[in-house]
T-cell receptor, first 114, second 116 residues
Framework: DSGVTQTPKHLITATGQRVTLRCSPRSGDLSVYWYQQSLDQGLQFLIQ???????AKGNILERFSAQQFPDLHSELNLSSLELGDSALYFC?????????????FGNGTRLTVT | AQKVTQAQTEISVVEKEDVTLDCVYETRDTTYYLFWYKQPPSGELVFLIR??????QNEISGRYSWNFQKSTSSFNFTITASQVVDSAVYFC?????????????FGKGTKLSVKP
């Protein structure tokens, strides 16, 4: 068990809808990362937050947004969903956000857009 | 921009065979960190190891060993006497030392099947 909690485990929704994925990092970890895993794109970095502030952005679509709250949990909001957004979304956390720190991943949220 | 290449898409071995998974990390930075993760059929991503670019010592942990060669930017992972429980997708990742390029990027993964 990595200590990173993601909810829900599964989400099925229709095109055009909006969903929110939630992540609780390991106790004491200040940095949260979001990744998308799809069959064709592999594991893609989306965005990183450190202690409530956005630190880095990757291949995140404009329809997607995230935030990290004062209690350090994070949410990833996906809107105007398309079929191609179906994927496994991972949250990860690390202690300080230093690049030497390994990321510890949650079990992921599997999103299916129909 | 950095790039991680895992040339082997799938490998199939019989139990007790040794198997090596290849990984090459391309970057202009001289300081970086390399990682291996395991994704078993249940789907979670499990951290296995981190290596600094300035440390070329090989590392062994039980049946797992890692060989890093900076000259070729390779960070290969060997499983000795493979077991069925080793069946998983293995991801190699790289992360530069700092700045906006410092995020962990992954290769496409190598799917390892160990047959009894």
């Amino acid at each position: 068990d990595s200590g990173v909690t993601q909810t829900p485990k599964h989400l099925i929704t229709a095109t055009g809808q909006r969903v929110t994925l939630r992540c609780s990092p390991r106790s004491g970890d200040l940095s949260v990362y979001w990744y998308q895993q799809s069959l064709d794109q592999g594991l893609q970095f989306l965005i990183q937050y450190y202690n409530g502030e956005e630190r880095a952005k990757g291949n995140i679509l404009e329809r997607f947004s995230a935030q990290q709250f004062p209690d350090l949990h994070s949410e990833l909001n996906l809107s105007s969903l398309e079929l191609g957004d179906s994927a496994l979304y991972f949250c990860a956390s690390s202690g300080t956000g230093a690049n030497s720190s390994p990321l510890h991943f949650g079990n992921g949220t599997r999103l299916t857009v129909t | 921009a950095q790039k991680v290449t895992q040339a082997q898409t799938e490998i199939s071995v019989v139990e007790k065979e040794d198997v090596t998974l290849d990984c090459v990390y391309e970057t202009r930075d001289t300081t970086y960190y390399l990682f291996w993760y395991k994704q078993p059929p249940s789907g979670e991503l499990v951290f296995l190891i981190r290596r600094n670019s300035f440390d070329e010592q090989n590392e062994i942990s039980g049946r797992y060993s890692w060989n890093f060669q900076k000259s070729t930017s390779s960070f290969n992972f060997t499983i000795t006497a493979s077991q069925v429980v080793d069946s998983a997708v293995y991801f190699c990742g790289g992360r530069n030392y700092g700045g906006s390029q410092g995020n962990l990027i992954f290769g496409k993964g190598t799917k390892l099947s160990v047959k009894p």
